[in-house]
């Protein structure tokens, strides 16, 4: 079975810092997907970025990238410009790519917060 | 389009009680899957279905929890005889198909499930 841990259970920083989210991950596949999602207070689950396994670029989304190292089984979340709308509730999430149920398995999440 | 809601947004039930849980997915999506969220925790997964049919509920806890989705749209999460450790937010996602090699999963607001 898959598993996903992520570290660190708080994080705070200031507006307009950079700030590293770690993840990693256990699993025997050699093709899958890894996610983050943001949680914020009002609790609707929103996709930040994607990476698949067999890709070897680091995905990136506008303030958003990743360091994916898949020898290392390491995915962690670099948000550059931090914004206040940025505090929430982070989850790296892993998916196998299946046929119908590509359910999520998800760690324990890292509550970021962006201070004025 | 309207996204993924569900309702009611919030349920307290007194221990023993049955309760039951609505997920509007969005229409046309064919996957829909159910996670539970315990306080401080990364949402677990409960049950998918595809269409109506419901493919893999491994995830329940027990056989107290039932899920349904008859027309292959609505679905509606069932707990019998609640207990205090079914206190939880309980999030419904859909996704565009069940084939293929990616479909990404788009959630609801969740529902906060309070047993006393």
């Known amino acids: 079975a898959q598993t996903v841990t992520q570290s660190q259970p708080e994080m705070s920083v200031q507006e307009a810092e950079t700030v590293t989210l770690s993840c990693t991950y256990d699993?025997?596949?050699?093709?899958?997907?890894l996610f983050w999602y943001k949680q914020p207070p009002s609790r609707q689950m929103i996709l930040v970025i994607r990476?698949?396994?067999?890709?070897?670029q680091n995905a990136t989304e506008n303030r958003f990238s990743v360091n994916f190292q898949k020898a290392a089984k390491s995915f962690s979340l670099k948000i550059s410009d931090s914004q206040l709308g940025d505090t929430a509730m982070y989850f790296c999430a892993f998916m196998k790519p299946l046929r119908g149920a590509q359910k999520l398995v998800f760690g324990q999440g890292t509550r970021l917060t962006i201070n004025p | 389009g309207a996204g993924v809601s569900q309702s009611p947004r919030y349920k307290v039930a007194k221990r023993g009680q049955d309760v039951a849980l609505r997920c509007d997915p969005i229409?046309?999506?064919?996957?829909l899957f159910w996670y539970q969220q315990a306080l401080g925790q990364g949402p677990e997964f409960l049950t998918y279905f595809q269409n109506e049919a419901q493919l893999d509920k491994s995830g329940l806890p027990s056989d107290r929890f039932f899920a349904e989705r008859p027309e292959g749209s609505v679905s509606t999460l069932k707990i019998q005889r609640t207990q205090q450790e079914d206190s939880a937010v309980y999030l419904c996602?859909?996704?565009?198909?069940?084939?293929?090699?990616?479909?990404?999963?788009?959630f609801g607001p969740g529902t906060r499930l309070t047993v006393l």
């Open positions: 229409s046309g999506h064919v996957s």
């Open positions: 699993t025997s596949e050699n093709n899958y997907y």
């Open positions: 996602a859909s996704s565009l198909s069940g084939s293929g090699s990616y479909n990404e999963q788009f």
């Open positions: 990476q698949e396994a067999y890709k070897q």
